[in-house]
């Protein structure tokens, strides 16, 4: 009788330390799973903050890029912060045509490559998809009020912030009377189409970044074209618009003003 007493009591004894194991395994799983979770949530809300302020870095560096554009040597400078993401310049994204269509005639104008500059958003940040945060992603802008580059994001193997300046800038300035070499005196439709060209300079560096525009060159061109009214069509990245222009019923030709700016974009 008193073997078996002692053959339960040693039982009970042995599922004491296995119980404790059990529980402090379950305890330090819950722990670990814990810590786990609050350390993705506070990356999450960083790498956001860090997308955040780069969008409105590249929002600030669009305003100081046109600007510069606008005036040949001049040049600027913006910050932005880098530590999950990075930034890229990318090369011959695409290309974009301008041609001026004149009765039955086309005369392609210009033709580049064109380029990017992007930010690359931390693994752990996402977007709803194609975004615009300045501007809009039509070929042609109308007139002056509305800014030549766009800035957008985009869902597309992460969350990108782009720079764009793939569009061109169509403007009627008016009838004007043109003096030519043989001193005669022809009123003229007056037109200026305008493109900034995102050069690639060089890029390195982490952490905090300075941006830098600068302004290498603006070259004009002027083309004649007889009667007064053209259709300016501008093919960029896929996408082709056109808008006609139509000077005064006494304008004996059209005059089309191509102004090119060469804007390099590189990190210090």
Known sequence: MS????SRRW????????????????????????????????????ERV??????????????????????????????????????NLVRDIGDIE????????????????????????????????LTYLKGMGSAIVQGFSEPLGHVYVNQSGGAWTVLDYSRARVVRHGSFYLYTQQGLNEKVNLLEVTFVKLLVGDTFGSGTIRMRAENINVTTTA??????????????????????????????????????????????
């Not at 073997?3 to 002692?6: I, L, Q, S």
């Open 3 to 6: 073997k078996r007493v002692r």
């Open 98 to 129: 301008i041609k001026i269509i004149n009765g039955s005639t086309e005369t392609v104008i210009f033709s580049q490559s064109v380029n990017h500059l992007r930010f690359l958003g931390g693994r752990l940040v996402t977007v709803p998809g």
């Open 11 to 46: 039982k009970k004894a042995v599922s004491v330390p296995i119980s404790s194991i059990i529980i402090g395994s379950t305890i330090l799983t819950a722990i670990f799973g814990a810590v786990l979770l609050s350390t993705q949530l506070i990356e999450s809300q960083a």
């Open 223 to 268: 083309f004649r074209f007889n009667g007064n009214e053209v259709t300016i069509e501008v093919t960029s990245l896929g996408i082709t618009e056109s808008i006609v222009l139509t000077g005064e019923g006494d304008d004996v030709a059209t005059v089309v003003n191509l102004v090119v700016s060469f804007v390099r974009v590189s990190t210090l």
């Open 50 to 87: 860090e997308f955040e302020q780069a969008k409105s870095a590249f929002i600030l560096f669009a305003t100081s890029f046109e600007d510069v554009s606008l005036k040949p040597q001049s040049a600027s400078h913006t910050v932005i912060h880098t530590r999950a993401g990075g930034l």
